[in-house]
């Protein structure tokens, strides 16, 4: 059972546009959020994340959007750039000591020139 | 910054071998993951170590091992090597005494089992 998705496997978007992708759970327990860049042979990379009492954080382009009702979250990327083209995997965890992630299955976002 | 140190970058192997992957995590991190990434696949937790105890299990098979050594680099040991074990092996570190539950990844160790 999927407790992480992300429904849609690919994304195109055009440089200087926005970027959103979404990501759903259905674990209740799930408190902190997180979202990986990750590009082939590479270790994915840390780029935000958001803890459950929080419903938007900011870091530069990139901003991420929690709606605890709907079990919803997405990451906005402003302006989308080539260089952020990569596999994006949202994924959830507990926090605490045994704090694992639990990963969706990634989106490809491809940013056309 | 130093970054999560994972060797070898590479193995390969042959069905029913053994295999030993290390992980030295980012200084002062507390707590070591492992994470195992099938061709086409999200990252699945293996299991993890807080302060060198073993503090969570995920889908590991009982053919690997791990430990976490006093200078908190882990070792995961696999033995009688299945063609299904091709994949990437990720360790992760993070400080949960610093409180941050944010997860810095290694490169990964590509496994190919023939």
């Known amino acids: 059972d999927q407790q992480v998705k992300q429904n849609s496997p690919s994304l195109s978007v055009q440089e200087g546009r926005i970027s959103i992708l979404n990501c759903d759970y259905t674990n209740s327990m799930f408190d902190y959020f997180l979202w990986y860049k990750k590009y082939p042979a590479e270790g994915p990379t840390f780029l935000i994340s958001i803890s459950s009492i929080k419903d938007k954080n900011e870091d530069g382009r990139f901003t991420v959007f929690l709606n605890k009702s709907a079990k919803h979250l997405s990451l906005h990327i402003v302006p989308s750039q080539p260089g952020d083209s990569a596999v994006y995997f949202c994924a959830a965890s507990y926090t605490g000591a045994n704090s694992k992630l639990t990963f969706g299955k990634g989106i490809t976002l491809s940013v056309r020139p | 910054a130093a970054g999560v140190i994972q060797s070898p970058r590479h193995l390969i192997k042959e069905k029913r071998e053994t295999a030993t992957l290390k992980c030295y995590p980012i200084?002062?991190?507390?707590?070591v993951y492992w994470y195992q990434q099938g061709p086409g696949q999200d990252p699945q937790f293996l299991i993890s170590f807080y302060e060198k105890m073993q503090s969570d299990k995920g889908s590991i098979p009982d053919r690997f091992s791990a430990q976490q050594f006093s200078d908190y680099h882990s070792e995961l040991n696999m033995s009688s090597l299945e063609l299904g074990d091709s994949a990437l092996y990720f360790c992760a570190s993070s400080s949960l005494a610093g409180g941050t539950y944010e997860q810095y990844f290694g490169p990964g160790t590509r496994l190919t089992v023939t």
């Open positions: 200084p002062r991190h507390d707590t």
